[in-house]
């Protein structure tokens, strides 16, 4: 039902080097043999994977502590057709990166991309409560934005990468507030779709119809009722208007499952409108232990009923099995 | 799907003549033509049925003011293998019969079948406050009673035909206490089953599941989520004990149909033993607006996923439809 | 919340004597004490309740073979206002009774109610293939008759009490089909309602609401929702005419409960019209375990409820418990 | 149950002047008559309310094309206990600004807030596709950074007010991919809670209980079957790992509603665990007739049940209404 994973050369990833996306990249042995194309963002790397200029792109969809990456979800939504093709999970830290002779005293100006900021918001009120802030485009440009005019009194809040491809200092290291921070970057494209290998994760997005209220709950209780397990529901504005939104939906299966096409058939009787996203491995996942009773009771419900309509015409038996 | 249906010879019937089985079995023309089997009970014509004695039975389910008639869905549940083939629908009115010279204000002896006598019930308390009222195998019964020994204080409650086929009179019409009662009868058999028709009525039996509580519910939403009108649920002891039901589901459509294969497949997976009781024609009755759709609706779906599914190992395409 | 249950001193019960609703009755030690009423009929004993005649009525509302007893049932629907008070459950068996001398190898009638001769089919058929069934107005009643009129081909299907009570032989114990069978009786009246035990059962009548399609999956989730354990549901026509029923729901629990009055609630919204038909002890169950969590889940849940709303006018507190 | 609305004296805003935080906070009166704080960040705003330093904070919550504000969000689930008093929805438009003497074809460096900018992407793309963007502190902010350091090849992405706050020109207006979009703006304390209006909306936090699946699908059910109509539902990261999640929803009522109540209390017994976070009004948003219908029957139920309640030691009556 799958083709072979066809050999990919070129990917795209959210650069400068350095980023975080560049480390969970080269963490997967075939990717970090490719061509990788660093991007300025992350809309220009699944653009360049929409166009055919790369085969793939590769960029972060959701982090443990700041939620979805907007800017992803919002271009495999609503501006391309992509699949997502494999996740990868990275566990994030931040360091504290400076040029040669930083005082941490004196420090008043502190880079970093939005997110990775909010992620230290209290180091920096206990730190450098009287530092300003100011964004960068991502996490490793607030390293290089510090290399390339060095200060004393400026600091960058970076991947760990970056100290020495940038040539910085490690001031601190995981000044991060919450522990274990992860994030889940994926690889899209629009080449050819995994084949189910029994973990596998399933995203999809459903579009709410205004005149069917409670739809949602419809949605979920179809998941429920088959034991399917959702990892994840995020709701995007469809951009038509506040109060107007559509679900992003994963969920443990994968498109060629039985009980996967049921769910996605009914939903799509109740939402009219949906969008698939994807089904991939996740490694190292076990199905759960009463997924597969499901799945076994399934297969004899579908016995029992072909064996019923087959016997249309024949002479009735003892069906009550 | 469906074979031809089969040409019927004999049927057995509860009688003896006069019953309303009987009224309603000559009301249907090709059964009118077939040799027709009275028998004492409703077992022993299902029985016969069973056995081969005869090719189909004909006995009455439902009645609009007694509700089931058990002796009739039990033997279908729990000794037979045979399914409804198709249902009859007949006006039920009951005559108070007599011989010759009975006086009313005498009388005080009341023959009938119970089910009969309890739809006669404030009848009887106005007219015959001190007579005795005793029971007969069935409405017809009652009317041979009276027939065999004409008395001028015993009275039968049977059907209008009973009067003639017995040589009574009627000594009132249509004495039942409330109006528009009427019978549900089915023909039961082990021959062809009757193909879909757009008009079709399916009755199954579910046994719920003791370590599965709130299982009525399930199943019940599995209707009530694709749009599938429940026509009657009725509930009977397995005789495993007090508190063990089975139910009785029956609702519009054809096993053929895909949404009744659909709820179907589900309850199986949640009851784990179903026995399916036939799908047969429901005459005149239209199929509502809101089922069509929903059929559609299905169509679409299943089309989309499964140029979903073909897809797998073709590139990615706009699926958002 | 309840009044002192008010002294018995006259109960109606379906006579005559030897019935297994005498034998129910007096197996309860204050009813016992009672004078007591022998009807001929289930209806009598209800009606006598009803019109003030006697204190309550003592009837049979459920056996484990043959299902309800519609009788009780619908009178309790649809023409009187009383409540359940209490619940007694009996072992039944059904001997064989004759006069002295009967040859079983000759016996040609055999005589009782049809309800028990339903429970003895089996053992009919092979016993007494040829003999015809004649049905009698209750099982004592079929005693009663050989009595009067013994002869050497007549027997009759009879509680065991009914040999001593009409000086006939017991020629066959327990000839019932399927062993442990049970009935349920209920004490039915107008007085003085039982105050909750924790082991309660609460009876009531949903009617469905012709434009309302998927009502009765809509009132059982009500249920299923807050963990109430149904333990019956019984549809009953509505007398209005084929396909119109009311349900009889059954389920654990006091009507002074906060859960079960939450779950009325709900129901009567859903519903538009119910009956309550009381709320009794069920002696000897226990409520289960996942009951009493339940219960002190809503507890805590209306706590908190209630804090936040005396909270309206005064300043915002942590309320994320 | 409300306290008077206390008066405001002193309110905290994003700033700088010129944001679209402060064009919502002066279209109303009451606190366009105030003392307004402007501060550096959203989070600033909020501890400020919190620690008592200012009476209100004023925040964007939503955005009609960005969707969910995470810093207020996050911020009022997880650190602070402040409830919403009052929404205001302002539509949104972004100006291009630029000093004197700016040449379009030159311009090689785009200031703005990264919300902003993204809502701007197809315009930059074709208007300016080999411009740098550069990230501000907020939309007023890039104005200033300009106005600080006019420039012929620099420009900003600036609501219009900033023009004339910062006396730059105007350069096109309305330069946003998708017209209508809105933001809607909350202001949040912990004074009075607004008394119910009728016109109300409610926000509450849910949090999951990993050992239950299926929760959210349960959660919805709830509203659902009792006909409250959801406005929105946002899932956050709890920050306790990937795939921990809670949900922020809204819905049409006021915790002083009988029906609201009810969903709150079931709610509560799901979860375990909820974070109330106010019951404001919503000018202009009339009530649905379902809903007033649904309240009513609320209120009839309320009063069957009260009255068979009382009836627990009264006679009994007919209560099927």
């Known amino acids: 039902m799958a083709a072979p994973v066809r050999p990919l050369s070129r990917v795209a990833y959210l650069g400068p080097q350095g980023?975080?996306?560049e480390e969970a990249l080269l963490s997967e042995a075939d990717l970090a043999r490719c061509e990788l194309v660093a991007t300025q963002t992350i809309?220009?790397?699944i653009s360049a994977a929409a166009s055919g200029e790369v085969d793939a792109a590769f960029v972060p969809l959701e982090n443990a502590i700041e939620g979805s990456i907007n800017a992803t979800l919002d271009q495999l939504i609503f501006e391309v057709d992509l699949l997502i093709e494999?996740?990868?999970v990275l566990e994030v830290h931040i360091d504290l990166l400076g040029g040669a002779g930083v005082d941490l005293?004196?420090?008043?100006r502190v880079y970093s991309f939005p997110a990775a900021?909010?992620?230290c918001r209290r180091f920096l009120a206990q730190t450098f409560p009287r530092a300003e802030v100011i964004a960068t485009n991502s996490t490793a440009d607030a390293a290089r934005v510090i290399a390339d005019s060095p200060s004393s009194d400026a600091v960058a809040l970076s991947p760990p990468l970056a100290a020495k491809l940038y040539g910085l200092e490690t001031l601190a290291r995981a000044v991060e507030d919450h522990a274990g921070n992860q994030t889940r970057f994926v690889l899209v494209g629009n080449g050819a779709r995994p084949a189910p290998t029994g973990h596998d994760r399933t995203t999809i997005?459903?579009?709410q119809q205004a005149d069917r209220p409670g739809s949602l709950a419809e949605m979920l209780n179809r998941f429920a009722a088959r034991g399917v397990n959702l990892t994840r529901i995020e709701s995007r504005p469809t951009k038509q208007g506040l109060g107007d939104y559509c679900f992003v939906i994963e969920f443990e299966g994968h498109l060629a499952d039985e009980i996967v096409g049921d769910c996605l058939r009914?939903?799509?009787?109740?939402?009219?409108?949906m969008k698939f996203l994807g089904s991939y491995p996740v490694p190292g996942r076990e199905p759960s232990a009463a997924r597969a009773e499901?799945?076994?009771e399934r297969q004899q419900a579908d016995d029992w009923l072909s064996a019923l309509r087959r016997g249309l015409g024949e002479a009735g038996a003892d069906n009550a099995r």
Do not use: D, W
């Open 19 to 21: 980023t975080f996306s």
């Open 43 to 45: 809309g220009e790397a």
């Open 86 to 88: 494999r996740e990868v």
């Open 105 to 108: 005293g004196e420090v008043r």
């Open 117 to 119: 900021t909010a992620q």
């Open 205 to 207: 997005v459903c579009f």
């Open 266 to 273: 009914e939903l799509h009787m109740i939402t009219g409108r």
């Open 294 to 296: 499901i799945e076994a």
